[in-house]
């Protein structure tokens, strides 16, 4: 009898371990919201061409909206987030998909390319604090063990924005009209804040006072993997804000391809969601350099088959395979600083991410221009090390 009951608390042992180690259905209501966002964030590019034919404006004055979306969320992000901290993660993100929802709406009925900037700013404002406090509460809720796989199941949300939102939003527009695209996301917003409310997660509020801005900065550690974000985020956004134009004008592919090559990107970027048990198994700390190495020689192979379609094509399931393992320990590692701060610092993550946005594309712009894609792709690759120094030697002081 006694072995008998040994073996019954042996199996309810690993049954409970088992319940413990499970990711909580909750993941894939945050991967929802990462993927509205980025629907919203990365939707207007396709159909702007027809929004300023709407609003009788020109496309790079309608542009100006994905402008005021990215300076917004970088603001939001630098000021709002370290409320996180004080209010609680599940409240902010309450506050700002209810937030997003009417910015989203401001979008769907402007009548002019000013109201449209407008409600784009205000998502912008939202956004800057749902993401990090989408990044916290994934941190905070992952089993012990797999926070890679957790935080890349969450990170999954920009394939599906970028997959499904970016080519759903383009056949919306087409078949009833750009304004339904934004009603469409802004009803999915509202279900995903309807969930949220049903799920009643409930946050320890502090009485701490709101940190300042930069405050997170003092943690050890958290400027060096800023470094690395800012450097990677530059990297890509430069890249890939040319690579539509690279192929369609320098190549003479049709403008078709440029969608095929995001659903290559975004099809490497979701799979690389079934490896990040590696992360679990050897370390953040240990795979980052080595994982920015391989992006950086990803854009070298990049700038050396930049004059063959095909090639370019095939490149972009690695690209976004690599880029997935890079964002991933980024977040990992600096969700990992200090648990007590993990808003402000997922804040200036944010912060630098949209930053970079305007950095990568303003200052490869002129690059473009004069050298043409492979130069882009060169500069990427230089970007890319500095983020493998950066945490390699980060790795090293911390050893």
């Known amino acids: 009898m006694a072995f008998c009951d040994h073996v019954k608390m042996t199996n309810l042992d690993q049954s409970i371990d088992s319940t413990l180690d499970r990711i909580p259905p909750v993941v894939y209501l945050l991967t929802g919201c990462v993927g509205v966002i980025g629907s919203n964030s990365l939707g207007l590019g396709p159909i702007a061409p027809e929004v300023a034919a709407s609003l009788g404006s020109t496309v790079p004055a309608v542009m100006a909206a994905a402008s005021a979306f990215g300076l917004g969320t970088a603001a939001s992000a630098l000021f709002l987030a370290g409320s996180i901290d004080r209010i609680g993660a599940w409240r902010m993100l309450r506050l700002a998909m209810a937030a997003l929802a009417a910015a989203l709406l401001v979008s769907c009925f402007a009548a002019s390319v000013e109201m449209l900037i407008a409600g784009q700013a205000l998502a912008g404002l939202a956004a800057g604090v749902a993401l990090p406090a989408i990044y916290s509460n994934a941190a905070a809720i992952a089993p012990r ?32 009209h750009w304004r339904a695209v934004y009603a469409a996301v802004a009803l999915l917003v509202a279900g995903a804040f309807a969930a949220l409310l049903a799920g009643g997660h409930r946050d320890a509020s502090s009485s701490a006072a709101q940190p300042q801005p930069l405050a997170a900065l003092g943690i050890p550690g958290a400027k060096t993997l800023l470094l690395a974000c800012g450097t990677f985020m530059m990297s890509f956004y430069g890249v890939y804000a040319y690579l539509g134009d690279h192929l369609h004008h320098a190549l003479g592919r049709p403008l078709s391809v440029n969608g095929l090559a995001a659903l290559i990107y975004g099809a490497g970027f979701g799979a690389a969601a079934l490896l990040d048990g590696v992360i679990d198994r050897f370390g953040a700390r240990r795979l980052m350099p080595i994982t920015f190495l391989a992006v950086a020689g990803v854009y070298l192979v990049m700038a050396l088959a930049s004059a063959s379609p095909v090639a370019v094509l095939a490149i972009m399931f690695f690209w976004g395979l690599a880029n997935h393992f890079g964002l991933n320990m980024l977040i990992m590692r600096l969700t990992a600083l200090d648990p007590a701060r993990r808003g402000a610092v997922m804040g200036l993550n944010s912060a630098v991410t949209y930053l970079a946005v305007f950095a990568g594309t303003s200052t490869f712009g002129p ?16 970007l890319t090390l500095v983020s493998a120094a950066a945490t390699g030697a980060g790795r090293t002081a911390s050893a």
């Open 145 to 176: 063990g797999r926070e890679g796989r957790t935080v890349g199941i969450v990170l999954t949300g920009w394939t599906l924005s970028m997959v499904a939102g970016v080519s759903l939003s383009a056949i919306l527009a087409d078949l009833v």
């Open 367 to 382: 690059l473009y221009t004069a050298y043409g894609f492979a130069a882009c792709a060169c500069a990427a690759v230089l």
